[in-house]
DNA sequence: GCAAAAGTGTTCTTCGTACACCCATGT
DNA sequence: ACATGGGTGTACGAAGAACACTTTTGC
């Protein structure tokens, strides 16, 4: 990326991913941490080539991280206050870690890239967490998946934007049937059925979430799956549509 | 705007405007036509200064063509294709157009500045069409209210950008209580359903409306309006909240 | 008194919620 | 047989749609 013509890219636009996964009943959200010294966490996030549509980008830049393609995605804000760069981390970070900074080629023009203010263009994606291998970039020092409600706390407004993309989800989870992609092909529907309950942070009554999930008309019922466990074995559904 | 540094603004970003406004019982749109042969209708639009943030831009904006500074407005998405830009159009305002651009001072950095490719966040404003006087700017030709029905073509994607603009509002319309923006400070209850209908093009029953609106809980009642029609006196009624 | 249009009330349906009951499974 | 958890059915109440009725106004 720094060693690339900075005019490649649109300047002081960016774009920023909440990437959402679930497991273990809990909504996650896939963060890497920057290899620098002093635990900065930013969502992974890239620029726009002059050649590219915002989407592509996005798409481009999940996919670098995730390292899977077809992923749900959706625009929900741009961000683009005067003070959001947030110059007091930017120093930070840049104090804390100047010997870095040169020795990976970072010169003084490039470093004025990145320190303009930026506008940035949020997106959030749905994955299935088990397709996904986490994939560090060169500024990474880790990735990992963290379960929304234990967040590390992120540069500039990237926390902010965590909390909009949750608030966007939920607003579309029903309307736009989304929240398959977050699952398995297969899954029963209690797994259905946690998995909305770690969305909106509040229990369903089970017959009745069964009953409106039923009438949307959107899933196919499979065999039972038989887990072993002394009581009645679940059906497997798949989404149809 | 031609003559100030091209550095005084973020590059290849722009704001356009949905402008609302409503009478005779239609939805209208402020579109101004550019002072350009050739006829090219363009969404009022501008650019993000760099100490500015995006919602300040876009007041900026709003308020230059209506004079006007409170203004309801919702960012609804961003327009970002790489293939956007519709060089044929541009082209054809070139050359049909140069010795204009030579004129009003466009020097070929200029003429760069506006023909790169340009990424674009949408908003739409919702005013009060009586307490807006449509103000062109220096590269308008004239600048005239027009039913949403009978829009003219409008440069680049802009069309799109209306359509998405008014289904955004039909969305957001009841979950944010946001219609009263376009009608005066009183109105009365049948004036209120014809917004409505304008708004999403199909009736609504007469006492239903009035029922749902008032279950609401955010009119006031006042007086009585007497028309001198041969029929009971509507009250008028004011957004209290 | 009458037509026109505003205001109000009543029923019916539909949807979501709460409660209850039955069924399969492995120990 | 029985505990466990999955599947289904019924009853209640709120919200919306369709209908009818009453009231006010100027001629």
């Known amino acids: 990326m720094y060693s ?3 005019q490649d890219y649109i300047q002081q636009l960016s774009i920023d991913c909440v990437i959402f996964g679930y497991r273990e009943k809990q909504l996650n959200v896939l963060v890497p941490k920057m290899d620098f010294r002093g635990d900065f966490w ?7 080539g002059q050649d590219e549509g915002i989407g ?11 390292g899977i393609q077809t992923i ?3 625009q929900f804000c741009v961000f683009g206050d005067a003070e959001r760069s947030n110059a007091q981390v930017l120093e930070r970070l840049i104090s ?3 010997d870095k900074l040169v020795e990976r080629g970072l010169n003084s023009k490039a470093l004025e ?7 940035s263009i949020g997106y959030y994606a749905l994955v299935d967490i088990n397709k996904v291998i986490p994939r560090k970039n060169e500024i990474d020092e880790s990735i990992e ?8 706390t992120l540069i500039m407004d990237h926390n902010e934007m965590v909390a909009k993309a949750l608030e966007t989800l939920r607003l579309n989870l029903d309307q736009k049937l989304i929240g398959f992609n977050l699952l398995p092909e297969t899954f029963t529907m209690k797994e259905l059925q946690e998995l909305y309950e770690a969305i909106f942070d509040k229990p369903f009554p089970r017959n009745n979430f069964q009953k409106k999930i039923l009438d949307l008309n959107v899933l196919e019922r ?3 799956k038989f887990t072993g466990a002394a009581n009645k074995a679940p059906y497997l559904y798949r989404f149809q549509q």
């Open 145 to 152: 998946w963290y379960p929304i409600t234990q967040l590390p």
């Open 4 to 6: 690339r013509n900075e």
């Open 96 to 98: 804390l870690n100047g």
């Open 56 to 66: 592509q980008a996005a798409r481009r830049i999940l996919e670098e991280r995730t």
């Open 42 to 48: 930013a969502l992974p996030s890239g620029y726009i």
């Open 222 to 224: 499979l065999e039972k």
């Open 72 to 74: 749900y995605l959706d």
């Open 113 to 119: 890239w990145i320190t303009r203010r930026f506008v």
